[in-house]
């Protein structure tokens, strides 16, 4: 129990465009989901914390309109990172929560 | 605001040998969290620890929750060239469900 997918595992785009993930809690429902990013050898940095029929709440020094979060269901949260730039080529994971924290396999990005 | 600072930062080991790692805090913690992650994957959880003084295990691996509530340490036995990888702690800050995670102890096994 407690499996969390992600959406593409890999994604690469070129620079301006669009990139949606999706996370999924497969086998229970979470209320909150959180997303995170890491660079290359670095730990994880919490980015936001998406509640389902709510807006989510993001930290500080990262932007609510570049990276788009909607937590529409109590299985599904997705990270839409907007006019994408070189400089927001990581790697992305997200997290359920069922008494703790489940994380997904992430998404690394790469933006040409 | 609240950090966890893990040591060693890396670490070769030959195989078979025992390991042992901590994390520290500069604040107090309800709850400590042990992740590995492996190149490229999320962090898989290991040993969740809920009370000071707390020591539990998970085969091969044994996690304490410091008496101070702002340290934990984790252990591996007998490493094996699997255990390889980064392995983090992690909390939550206070009165939240968001966590925090450590710098990262990066574990190499020689075979």
């Known amino acids: 129990g407690a499996v969390v997918s992600q959406h593409p595992s890999r994604v690469i785009c070129k620079s301006g465009t669009s990139v949606k993930i999706e996370c999924r809690s497969l086998d229970f429902q979470a209320t909150t989901m959180f997303w995170y990013r890491q660079f290359p050898k670095q730990s994880l940095m919490l980015m936001a914390t998406?509640?389902?029929?709510?807006?989510?709440?993001?930290e500080q020094g990262v932007e609510k309109d570049k990276f788009l979060i909607n937590h529409a269901s109590l299985t599904l949260s997705t990270l839409t990172v907007t006019s994408a730039h070189p400089e927001d080529s990581s790697f992305y994971i997200c997290s359920a929560t069922r008494e703790t924290q489940y994380f997904g396999p992430g998404t690394r990005l790469l933006v040409l | 605001g609240q950090q966890l600072n893990q040591s060693p930062q890396s670490m070769f080991i030959q195989e078979g040998e025992d390991v042992s790692m901590n994390c520290t805090s500069s604040?107090?913690?309800?709850?400590w969290l042990w992740y590995k992650q492996d190149p490229g994957e999320g962090p898989v959880l290991l040993i969740a620890?809920?009370?000071?003084?707390e020591l539990t295990s998970n085969g091969r691996l044994t996690a304490q929750f410091g008496i101070t509530r702002k340290d934990s340490f984790l252990n591996i036995s007998a490493s094996i060239p699997s255990d390889v990888g980064i392995y983090f702690c992690a909390g939550p800050t206070s009165g939240t469900y968001k966590y925090i995670f450590g710098t990262g102890t990066r574990l190499k096994v020689l075979a």
């Open positions: 620890l809920y009370k000071a003084g």
């Open positions: 998406s509640n389902e029929g709510s807006k989510a709440t993001y």
């Open positions: 604040s107090i913690f309800n709850t």
